[in-house]
């Protein structure tokens, strides 16, 4: 039940690969709109690997710019040997720690309130106190996120938020499917143990549904 919590119903799917691969082949080409294309067809992992790492970051546009700015300077000496997916997960997660570690010696630059704001409920019907403890509940997964450390944040963001398999979350991460999987063990064990002893969090255990989509 818990990892209903973070269900992505309706979410885009990751590109296939054989879109990466036809994407690759175009820009080795010289393709002048190939990486226009990479940018369209990626462009959702890396935001979702971004929103995840640094929510409410008023600068995370910015974030996903610089980071696809990183893949167009790298892209040249990609080698293929794992997936582009994969590859650019790992550059947007590079930039975005990177991002926060300069983030830490200059948090006096964002006190600002955040430009982009949490996805909206669209639904005519919402019921607002629904809204209200959902957005309530995002803000204390987010915080608790934040307090684990970056290897396990790292794959629990990969994995249960992005829903990418464990053997990519290994190449992305550079490291083994086992190491993958007991990081992701002690990071789940953490989440929940914090989550377990906060007063709002503790209470939606069984009402899934308030979470869904926005963690």
């Known amino acids: 039940m818990r990892r209903r919590w973070f269900s992505r119903s309706g979410e885009p799917g990751q590109p296939s690969d054989e879109l990466g691969d036809d994407l690759l082949r175009r820009w080795r080409r010289g393709d002048e709109r190939a990486f226009a294309d990479i940018f369209k067809s990626y462009r959702g992992l890396v935001y979702g690997v971004l929103h995840h790492l640094?929510?409410?970051?008023p600068e995370l546009e910015d974030v996903v710019q610089s980071a696809f700015l990183e893949?167009?300077?790298?892209?040249?000496?990609f080698e293929g040997r794992s997936k582009l997916s994969s590859w650019i997960a790992r550059i947007a997660l590079h930039v975005g720690y990177h991002h926060l570690r300069r983030r830490r010696t200059r948090p006096g630059d964002y006190s600002a309130e955040p430009t982009i704001p949490d996805r909206p409920d669209g639904r005519p019907d919402?019921?607002?106190?629904?809204?209200?403890r959902r957005a309530e509940a995002v803000r204390r997964i987010r915080a608790i996120l934040a307090t684990l450390p970056e290897?396990?944040?790292?794959?629990f963001i990969l994995n249960d938020l992005q829903g990418m398999p464990q053997e990519e979350v290994a190449e992305v991460v550079n490291t083994s499917v086992a190491t993958v999987r007991t990081r992701l063990f002690y990071a789940r064990k953490e989440f929940w143990k914090?989550?377990?002893?906060?007063?709002?969090?503790?209470?939606?255990v069984d009402e899934p549904t308030l979470l869904r989509t926005n963690a």
């Open 71 to 77: 893949v167009f300077r790298s892209l040249d000496s």
């Open 126 to 132: 919402a019921d607002p106190e629904i809204v209200a």
């Open 194 to 204: 914090r989550a377990a002893a906060d007063p709002v969090l503790s209470e939606l």
């Open 151 to 155: 290897k396990k944040r790292t794959v």
């Open 54 to 57: 640094l929510p409410a970051d």
